[in-house]
């Protein structure tokens, strides 16, 4: 929905960027534990994520009136996931060892992804509008968050289950915010001129 009423209104106005690249280089990270794991799912599911992701990063990018900081948050990310893959692919050799610490890695990461849509948490109680919040990205992010902590509990993967859970916890302190603070109830109406 957020992509779409960026190419409606050609606009990036009360559309926040940071879940969208956090989400991004979150994908591709559960990609590589995918691979070395080789679990199908994984591969499926994060390969189109981070497909879709990626569009939306360029039409963001394409929209924004101010490309430079939305370009530098891009390319710090991607350096980030390069030095990533350089640790893990060159410098950890053992196949076992490479794969916890990619999983640690890709927990962290998630548990970074899920708390991102909080940052503005301050603004929104504040000024008492949930403007800046995405509810459909919302419910996403719990069913996501809900799939794969039972997802990681029927594997007994730890690395999958524990950062799913504070995507359930965000969720639903977002669906509280949505609550307690309705989207039409922030709407300001321009005074008519005799």
């Known amino acids: 929905s957020d992509l779409r009423q960026m190419l409606a209104t050609k606009s990036v106005e009360n559309i926040q960027f940071l879940p969208f690249l956090t989400t991004d280089v979150n994908n591709l990270s559960w990609l590589g534990y995918g691979c070395l794991k080789q679990d199908w799912t994984l591969i499926a599911v994060n390969a189109i994520g981070a497909a879709l992701q990626t569009l939306y990063i360029l039409a963001y990018l394409y929209y924004s009136p101010t490309k430079r900081p939305v370009l530098l948050r891009s390319l710090l990310l991607l350096a980030v996931l390069a030095a990533g893959y350089g640790y893990f692919t060159l410098l950890i ?42 509810f459909p990205l919302t419910v996403t992010t719990f069913l996501a968050s809900t799939s794969w902590t039972l997802y990681g509990l029927q594997l007994h993967d730890p690395y999958i289950t524990v950062p799913n859970v504070p995507g359930i916890v965000t969720s639903i302190v977002r669906f509280w915010l949505f609550w307690r603070y309705p989207p039409g109830q922030d709407k300001s109406y321009r005074p008519l001129h005799a």
């Open 93 to 134: 050799a053992d196949g076992r060892t490479r794969l916890v610490r990619l999983g640690l890695f890709c927990s962290v990461f998630t548990i970074s992804m899920y708390l991102s849509p909080l940052a503005d948490l301050a603004k929104i109680v504040r000024s008492k509008s949930t403007r800046c919040l995405s």
